[in-house]
């Protein structure tokens, strides 16, 4: 292989070289792939320089038609494009035109992440300019039904996939990834995606919707995030049957098998990325997630996005709708449907946040919150047989075993879904709320929109227009008796971009609760009274990297203050600093 390489170098043509060599039409079989046997091992070559037609093929540089004459010449593009040269606003029009042409959810998010693959800098640049109308399309809803055909749609693989195979080599497989300055890393093992449950290795639509959005609304470099999942199998007993399935066909790994693949994962991942990299545990079930955040939360730089992504959205729009509902947080009764990851991590910092503002200890302030499960309301009597997460929301009542009587006993002002199952708000359980409340706060997370506990327009008919409403999910603006009512999306997608952007430019080496409170605050402040005029209680999507940086900054603030930060010295203005690390999509020119 040596010798040819060589005479390639010394300008020998192919054609001197041995005709055999060549197979099935090729006429360059330069290293000698075409002509070894099927079991003879070959090297797969790959040419690194990016410069002419290599470069139209490399997202990271290509730009289509937006090459000027200058960088045609001067890389070795002429004759690979038609002549005309067009702006980046231009192709965006186009795209966005073509885009708007699909009629299926599904075939829009084909055609984004073709482009993702494509030209990386347009696909950004896309998402960020029309983050409203295609954040439905990269993330949920239709990131959820991706996923579930993610074994038929799948193209070239994105991410990285660590699966019992790998085992004793995570290292290794670390090192293959191409990128060296890894900030962020979001992981799945892909047993809760959304609230459609185990979908295994086809959960790779996750992380790499997430990261999409770390980039397009927090401004992290596309280079500097890696998703990951984790394949220790799967019990969906559908893939397991699938011959087209992409991951392990077999039945979930657990205990002690699973706990050693994660530490090896941990482990590596600091050795190969440093004390820095943020870790984003995302879509585990919640018999691994809360051990998994509470084993590494020391150890390394760990966020549980459904635990405390979602804890500080929901707290955010909480403390935002006091404005339309009255009252301080600690003048309201809180009551949930499901108490699992989403549900116990929300009640949690809900309980924290009002311990500090009325000075009292948590154990007082979680009575104001009450949970239910699948089994119905979580109360002392069950305590010995709950889940330690749930343990802590067992207080004194008397058995209550659906959603309508707990509303009915407890008299919550705001209600919040968080079950994972759809249509579970029902006509009763919402008109109950709407008999003893001005205004009562809907909150409908579960994702993706099949599973929304209600919708937009059930939410406000059912409480003749009186219902605050939000959801995981988008839902249209819904007109009820001449008044348009805007839903607002309570979705972590407000947080985890500005909160991770925060951790990476403050070099913070660990998560905070009180970090949670300050993404949560700088949330909440953002909402405008033009805001509240329409009933919403977090602001559009449209500003989100303005409203990114104000959470990046007052994150990266309290790891100041707490200690946890390593980029010194601490920048003076910390808005216009995170401001100033957001990573831009408009393209650079080539020398
Ligand atoms: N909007 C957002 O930003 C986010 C939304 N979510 C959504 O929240 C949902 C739940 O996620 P997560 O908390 O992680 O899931 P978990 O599996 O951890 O928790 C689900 C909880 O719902 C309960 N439950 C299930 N079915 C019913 C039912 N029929 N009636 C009452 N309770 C029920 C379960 O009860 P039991 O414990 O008895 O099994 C469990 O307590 C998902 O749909 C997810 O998409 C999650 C994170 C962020
Ligand atoms: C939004 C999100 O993280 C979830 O539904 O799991
Ligand atoms: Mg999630």
């Known amino acids: 292989?040596?010798?040819?390489?060589?005479?390639?170098?010394?300008?020998?043509?192919?054609?001197?070289?041995?005709?055999?060599?060549?197979?099935?039409?090729?006429?360059?079989?330069?290293?000698?792939?075409?002509?070894?046997?099927?079991?003879?091992?070959?090297?797969?070559?790959?040419?690194?320089?990016?410069?002419?037609?290599?470069?139209?093929?490399?997202?990271?540089?290509?730009?289509?038609?937006?090459?000027?004459?200058?960088?045609?010449?001067?890389?070795?593009?002429?004759?690979?494009?038609?002549?005309?040269?067009?702006?980046?606003?231009?192709?965006?029009?186009?795209?966005?035109?073509?885009?708007?042409?699909?009629?299926?959810?599904?075939?829009?998010?084909?055609?984004?992440?073709?482009?993702?693959?494509?030209?990386?800098?347009?696909?950004?640049?896309?998402?960020?300019?029309?983050?409203?109308?295609?954040?439905?399309?990269?993330?949920?809803?239709?990131?959820?039904?991706?996923?579930?055909?993610?074994?038929?749609?799948?193209?070239?693989?994105?991410?990285?996939?660590?699966?019992?195979?790998?085992?004793?080599?995570?290292?290794?497989?670390?090192?293959?990834?191409?990128?060296?300055?890894?900030?962020?890393?979001?992981?799945?093992?892909?047993?809760?995606?959304?609230?459609?449950?185990?979908?295994?290795?086809?959960?790779?639509?996750?992380?790499?919707?997430?990261?999409?959005?770390?980039?397009?609304?927090?401004?992290?470099?596309?280079?500097?995030?890696?998703?990951?999942?984790?394949?220790?199998?799967?019990?969906?007993?559908?893939?397991?049957?699938?011959?087209?399935?992409?991951?392990?066909?077999?039945?979930?790994?657990?205990?002690?098998?699973?706990?050693?693949?994660?530490?090896?994962?941990?482990?590596?991942?600091?050795?190969?990325?440093?004390?820095?990299?943020?870790?984003?545990?995302?879509?585990?079930?919640?018999?691994?997630?809360?051990?998994?955040?509470?084993?590494?939360?020391?150890?390394?730089?760990?966020?549980?996005?459904?635990?405390?992504?979602?804890?500080?959205?929901?707290?955010?729009?909480?403390?935002?709708?006091?404005?339309?509902?009255?009252?301080s947080l600690a003048d309201h009764t809180f009551l949930f449907l499901g108490a699992g990851e989403a549900g116990t991590g929300i009640a949690e910092l809900i309980a924290l946040e009002m311990s500090k503002q009325v000075k009292a200890p948590l154990e007082e302030t979680r009575k104001k919150i009450w949970l239910v499960d699948s089994k119905g309301l979580i109360v002392s009597s069950r305590k010995e047989s709950l889940q330690h997460f749930k343990k802590p929301w067992a207080h004194e009542h008397e058995s209550v075993g659906d959603l309508l009587s707990a509303v009915k006993a407890i008299k919550p002002t705001v209600l919040i879904g968080s079950s994972g199952v759809g249509r579970t708000f029902t006509k009763e359980v919402i008109e109950a709320m709407a008999s003893f409340n001005e205004k009562p706060l809907i909150m409908a997370l579960s994702n993706p929109t099949s599973q929304s506990e209600c919708t937009a327009e059930e939410a406000y008919t059912w409480t003749k227009g009186k219902a605050i409403f939000a959801s995981g999910s988008p839902f249209d603006p819904f007109e009820y008796e001449n008044k348009i009512f805007v839903p607002g999306q309570a979705n972590n997608a407000y947080i985890f971009p500005g909160f991770g952007l925060g951790l990476v430019i403050s070099g913070a080496i660990r998560v905070h609760d009180n970090m949670l409170l300050a993404a949560s605050e700088a949330l909440a402040r953002q909402v405008t009274l033009e805001n509240y005029d329409k009933g919403l209680i977090y602001p559009p999507f449209t500003n989100i990297r303005k409203i990114s940086a104000e959470i990046a900054a007052n994150v990266a603030a309290n790891a100041y203050e707490l200690g946890l930060a390593t980029r010194l010295p601490r920048p003076e203005n910390l808005v216009e600093y995170a401001e100033s690390c957001m990573y831009s999509p408009v393209y650079r020119m080539y020398r």
């Not at 055909?149 to 293959?176: A, H, M, T, W």
């Not at 290795?201 to 927090?218: D, R, W």
């Not at 397991?240 to 994962?265: C, M, N, V």
């Open 1 to 327: 292989m040596e010798s040819t390489m060589k005479d390639m170098r010394d300008g020998a043509s192919v054609l001197d070289m041995d005709p055999k060599c060549t197979v099935g039409g090729g006429v360059e079989d330069v290293y000698g792939e075409d002509s070894a046997t099927e079991d003879q091992l070959v090297t797969p070559w790959t040419i690194s320089v990016a410069s002419g037609y290599s470069m139209l093929r490399d997202p990271h540089h290509n730009k289509g038609l937006a090459f000027t004459e200058k960088e045609r010449d001067a890389h070795y593009l002429r004759g690979l494009l038609p002549p005309a040269c067009i702006t980046q606003q231009l192709q965006e029009k186009k795209l966005m035109n073509s885009i708007r042409q699909y009629q299926v959810p599904l075939q829009k998010y084909m055609a984004m992440m073709e482009l993702q693959e494509r030209n990386e800098r347009l696909f950004y640049k896309l998402l960020i300019d029309n983050v409203e109308e295609l954040l439905p399309v990269v993330y949920t809803p239709t990131v959820g039904e991706a996923c579930q055909k993610y074994g038929s749609i799948f193209r070239r693989p994105q991410g990285l996939y660590i699966s019992l195979k790998e085992k004793g080599k995570i290292l290794d497989v670390l090192r293959n990834w191409p990128e060296r300055n890894i900030q962020v890393i979001v992981v799945t093992d892909g047993e809760r995606i959304l609230g459609l449950g185990d979908l295994g290795c086809q959960g790779m639509g996750i992380p790499v919707g997430k990261l999409s959005l770390y980039t397009a609304l927090g401004g992290v470099r596309p280079s500097a995030c890696l998703p990951i999942t984790i394949d220790v199998g799967t019990n969906n007993e559908k893939l397991l049957k699938d011959e087209f399935y992409i991951g392990l066909k077999q039945r979930r790994a657990t205990g002690k098998e699973y706990s050693e693949l994660l530490h090896e994962f941990m482990t590596a991942v600091k050795q190969n990325h440093g004390e820095k990299v943020l870790v984003q545990f995302e879509d585990f079930a919640n018999h691994n997630a809360f051990e998994l955040l509470s084993k590494y939360r020391t150890t390394h730089l760990v966020f549980n996005d459904d635990i405390q992504g979602t804890a500080s959205v929901v707290l955010a729009g909480v403390v935002a709708a006091l404005k339309l509902v009255g009252g």
